[in-house]
């Protein structure tokens, strides 16, 4: 036997590429955003929850909540979070009315308090061209508006949400509907990135975030697979 033959390894069966499966004690969590919300008025501003901004949805989002229902009724759903605002929780009723499940309130994975910009106004300010838009996107932080919350008491709160949900849900697949703001923040957290990185996520939109006790792993942004131009169209 030569001595390159010794140190040949013994035959194994073929090994095909790694396949990812979430740790054990993982939370597999489906992160949705919102189906879009009534259009903002001039001189109407939205109801509000505790001071936030509390549109509900319009009648493109309800056919949006139904098309997240018809994707994810079959994905092994064990429970649903929603956010105290109004459209998070109508987006979320199909979906629960499918599999039966009551969904449960996170209150810290709420939008972005926008301080004197809530009620629909900074939608108003973003239309018209407003500077402090474009100085928020470049600096990357919302607290730049008067009274709103900073990015970075923003972020740690989305994280005490998540992880008190990941907590409850050990080895589970999880639903939290949420908001674009919430959606950012979270992605951004977990791919150490800028933290406008991941803002533009669409309408009941599906990002996917596997979360274990000492890390968050990203594994999908905006999947819109569900959704149609057809959904847009008037009724």
Do not use: K
Not at 133 to 146: P, T
Not at 175 to 188: D, K, P, Q
């Amino acid at each position: 036997m030569t001595s390159s033959d010794a140190s040949s390894p013994s035959p194994v069966e073929p090994v095909r590429q790694y396949r990812f499966r979430p740790p054990p004690g993982a939370c597999d969590l489906l992160l949705v955003r919102h189906g879009e919300s009534r259009a903002a008025v001039p001189g109407e501003p939205f109801r509000s929850w505790e001071g936030q901004a509390d549109p509900p949805l319009a009648d493109v989002g309800q056919r949006e909540a139904g098309a997240v229902a018809d994707r994810l009724a079959d994905a092994g759903v064990d429970a649903i979070w929603v956010t105290p605002l109004v459209r998070t929780q109508q987006t979320a009723a199909p979906l629960a009315e499918r599999l039966g499940l009551d969904p449960q309130v996170e209150p810290d994975l709420r939008e972005v308090f926008l301080g004197d910009w809530e009620g629909g106004e900074y939608r108003h300010r973003a239309a018209a061209g407003d500077p402090l838009v474009a100085r928020i996107i470049e600096e990357q932080d919302w607290g730049l508006i008067g009274g709103a919350e900073s990015m970075v008491d923003f972020s740690a709160r989305v994280r005490r949400g998540i992880d008190r949900i990941a907590a409850s849900h050990r080895d589970q697949r999880v639903v939290a509907i949420v908001h674009g703001g919430v959606i950012g923040a979270a992605l951004a957290m977990a791919a150490d990135s800028a933290p406008f990185t991941f803002v533009a996520a669409a309408n009941a939109s599906i990002s996917h975030l596997v979360v274990t006790a000492d890390r968050w792993i990203l594994r999908r942004f905006n999947d819109t697979a569900h959704l149609s131009t057809d959904l847009d169209a008037p009724t």
